[in-house]
């Protein structure tokens, strides 16, 4: 169950990276893109990123799944609720904001939809941080007990 927990707080701290990199790094630069080039940037970006956050979301949520399912009888169990809670969240905001979103700049260049797109990645990124701060919690009550 280590490696477990190990696989998923990494898999936390890399997402965390990755988002603040994309919420103010990568996304504000969607505005520099021509519309005449956007088209294929854009397309270029969803089939990139998909390759590097798929898998390490997939590690975040089978992780978070048998984290919360293995260790319902300890004191722990509340904390690997909310970690699952927080990793649903993050997935549907994904798939059910994110991807709509992208699915609508990928047709032109829109600044109210891309406006949308930083509002809404906005959330997630506070949901990836507050997942990695109860990591941060749990690791300071494991080493408590140790």
Known sequence: MTYILLLNIVSAF???????????????????????QFEEFHRFHSKRISFVVIPLMLVELVSSLILYFNNQ????????????????????????????????????FDILTFKKLL???????ILWISRGLLMIILLGFLFEII
Do not use: C, E
């Open 14 to 36: 890399i997402l965390i990276g990755l988002i603040l990199t994309i919420q103010f790094v990568h996304y504000p630069s969607f505005r520099y893109i021509s519309n005449r």
């Open 73 to 108: 009888d300890n004191m722990i169990s509340t904390v690997f609720l909310i970690n699952l809670i927080l990793v649903v969240s993050i997935w549907a905001l994904t798939f059910l904001g994110i991807v709509p979103i992208h699915n609508q700049l990928a047709k032109a």
């Open 119 to 125: 509002l809404f990645n906005f959330f997630r990124t």
